[in-house]
């Protein structure tokens, strides 16, 4: 059961620091987590799979480089939709998540309902991904763009 401010109460201090070595590094061994949290590796071992199976851990991923694939440009587009019932919101939220220029979309509560990260090679690339794609969406009825000049926080992995 949640607590108040978000955390969940099922969880103790020693999952809460696992967590966060993991967070840390995904990649880090059983044995070296055992280690940091002061375990032992089954117990550890045991914890990880509990804290899988209940949803706490979501997976593992590699972060790949998004410069080094040649897909420096972000833009975030902001979406209104010509219709908000749920019906219409589910075909949209279907549709942009096929999308794979899209990185991140959130529906947000403001004179626009979703705002949308998009990386692509350059300006004509995410041009073509705007007129094709993001606007051919269900429902979209206007976008805005927002190009970003330089990331001064991302999520490093």
């Known amino acids: ?26 990649r880090i061994s059983v044995a070296e987590l055992s280690r940091k949290v002061n375990l032992s590796k089954t117990p550890c071992a045991a914890r990880i799979k509990r804290l899988e199976q209940s949803g706490h851990i979501l997976g593992y991923r590699a972060v790949i480089n998004p410069q080094r694939m040649g897909l420096s440009h972000v833009a975030f587009v902001e979406v209104r939709l010509s219709d908000t019932r749920k019906p219409a919101l589910e075909a949209f939220n279907k549709a942009v998540r096929a999308l794979p220029e899209v990185e991140r979309a959130h529906m947000i509560a403001s004179n626009f309902d979703y705002l949308l990260q998009v990386r692509t090679k350059d300006i004509a690339a995410y041009r073509e991904v705007l007129g ?18 330089e990331a001064v926080k991302e999520d490093e992995g």
């Open 132 to 149: 094709e794609k993001i606007s051919a969406l269900p429902h979209v009825a206007h976008t805005s763009t927002h190009v970003s000049m």
């Open 1 to 26: 059961m949640p607590m108040k401010d978000g955390m969940d109460s099922e969880l103790d201090a020693l999952d809460r620091r696992i967590l966060a070595e993991l967070e840390r590094d995904g």
